[in-house]
């Protein structure tokens, strides 16, 4: 199993920048995959970046050159930087470990006004 705590949503103006985190209960060595999907009001959740153990990152075209996403091993967390935010990037942000499969955190609101 594991547990997962995001932190780092809130509201900003576009333009801005926002950091998420999120902490495993576990060593993220032994997570396959680690990474972050978002889910706006009346739409379906959509990948948003993923990082494998390996370190390999893969990121939704329309995030791609504004989010980066991290590990820190030592401390099992794996962090989503978001800059240029856009009204459109305005969602509730999930982080998601992938073992056999799919562990989720609670989600976090982002909010960008124009």
């Known amino acids: 199993q594991v547990q997962l705590l995001e932190s780092g949503g809130g509201l900003v103006q576009a333009g801005g920048s926002l950091r998420l985190s999120c902490a495993a209960s576990r060593s993220i060595f032994s997570i396959n995959a680690m990474g972050w999907y978002r889910q706006a009001p009346g739409k379906q959740r959509e990948l948003v970046a993923t990082i494998t153990r390996g370190g390999s990152t893969n990121y939704a075209n329309s995030v791609k050159g504004r989010f980066t996403i991290s590990r820190d091993n030592a401390k099992d967390t794996v962090y989503l930087q978001m800059n240029s935010l856009k009204p459109e990037d305005t969602a509730v942000y999930y982080c998601?470990?992938?073992?056999?499969?799919?562990?989720w955190g609670q989600g976090t609101q982002v909010t960008v006004s124009s």
């Open positions: 998601y470990a992938f073992v056999n499969y799919n562990y």
